[in-house]
C-alpha cells in the first residue's frame, strides 16, 4: 500500500521557520517530481514548490519564492520543505504529492501549518 506522511507542522510566530517532511512507503518514487502544496480554509488548494526526480530542478509559487525551498533525500525516500520567514498568509494544511503520467496522483493526508501575527 502506498502511503505519503507528512511531518513537521505546528504553530510558530510570524517570522519563523518550519521545517516539513514527507516519507513515502509502500514504494519508492526517486523517479517522479514531488510536489508540496497548501490549503488554507475557504480557499482552494494551491501549488506551493515541486521538485525534480534528481533534485537539480526545484519550482516554487510566486508568494513563496526565496523563503521556501523543497529538497529530497531518494535514499530515504523522503521530500522536505524548509520554511523560512513564515507570515499569517503562509497559514495552510499542507501537503505532499507524487507527479505521476497524469500528473499528481498520490496525495499524503496533510500537516497544519499556523502562523501567528
Known amino acids: 500500500q502506498v502511503q505519503l506522511v507528512e511531518s513537521g507542522g505546528g504553530l510558530v510566530q510570524a517570522g519563523g521557520s518550519l521545517r516539513l517532511s514527507c516519507a513515502a512507503s509502500?514504494?519508492?518514487?526517486?523517479?517522479?517530481?514531488m510536489g508540496w502544496f497548501r490549503q488554507a480554509p475557504g480557499k482552494e488548494r494551491e501549488f506551493v514548490a515541486a521538485?525534480?526526480?534528481?533534485?537539480?530542478?526545484?519550482y516554487y509559487a510566486d508568494s513563496v519564492k526565496g523563503r521556501f525551498t523543497i529538497s529530497r533525500d531518494n535514499a530515504k525516500n523522503t521530500v522536505y520543505l524548509q520554511m523560512n520567514s513564515l507570515k499569517p498568509e503562509d497559514t495552510a494544511v499542507y501537503y505532499c504529492?507524487?507527479?505521476?503520467?497524469?500528473?499528481?496522483?498520490?496525495w499524503g493526508q496533510g500537516t497544519q501549518v499556523t502562523v501567528s501575527s
Open positions: 504529492a507524487v507527479k505521476r503520467a497524469l500528473g499528481y496522483d498520490y
Open positions: 521538485i525534480s526526480w534528481s533534485g537539480i530542478s526545484t
Open positions: 509502500g514504494r519508492t518514487f526517486s523517479s517522479y517530481v
